[in-house]
């Protein structure tokens, strides 16, 4: 479990004395890591009730193409970039800013895959 509240350290490199553990509130979860493959989705209950659908594997995106206005569901071919680490291009995981090969051509991605559930692209010129 991930603790989600303030730090332990005070600026002064000290240390804060928690007078309690944590709420069911402050507990996060493990990270999805969307891969490329076969469809696979989980859906997790959220605070008030709600759901999240948490994608595992995806095949497919949906890209937008700005210059025709079009947009298509198309294949994921291969992730080529990613600014947030390095190490996801290897382990081929699609997270929000990752750069895709798809059938339409390379795309940047718009949407949460391990929090809506789906790949929305937009096609890079």
């Not at 004395?17 to 490329?36: L, N, V």
């Not at 210059?67 to 569901?73: D, H, I």
């Not at 795309?107 to 789906?118: E, Y």
């Amino acid at each position: 479990m991930q603790w989600q509240g303030r730090s332990v350290r005070k600026p002064s490199g000290g240390r804060y004395h928690t007078s309690q553990g944590k709420k069911r509130t402050e507990i996060g979860r493990a990270p999805a890591e969307t891969h490329i493959g076969e469809e696979r989705r989980r859906i997790v209950r959220t605070f008030g009730g709600n759901q999240k659908v948490r994608a595992l594997r995806l095949e497919y995106a949906t890209v937008s193409n700005p210059a025709t206005g079009e947009t298509k569901k198309t294949k994921i071919e291969a992730v080529e970039a990613n600014s947030a680490d390095p190490n996801y291009v290897r382990r081929k995981l699609l997270t929000k800013g990752a750069i895709i090969k798809t059938e339409m051509g390379r795309a940047r991605i718009v949407s949460r895959p391990s929090q809506d559930g789906v790949v929305n692209a937009v096609l890079l010129a």
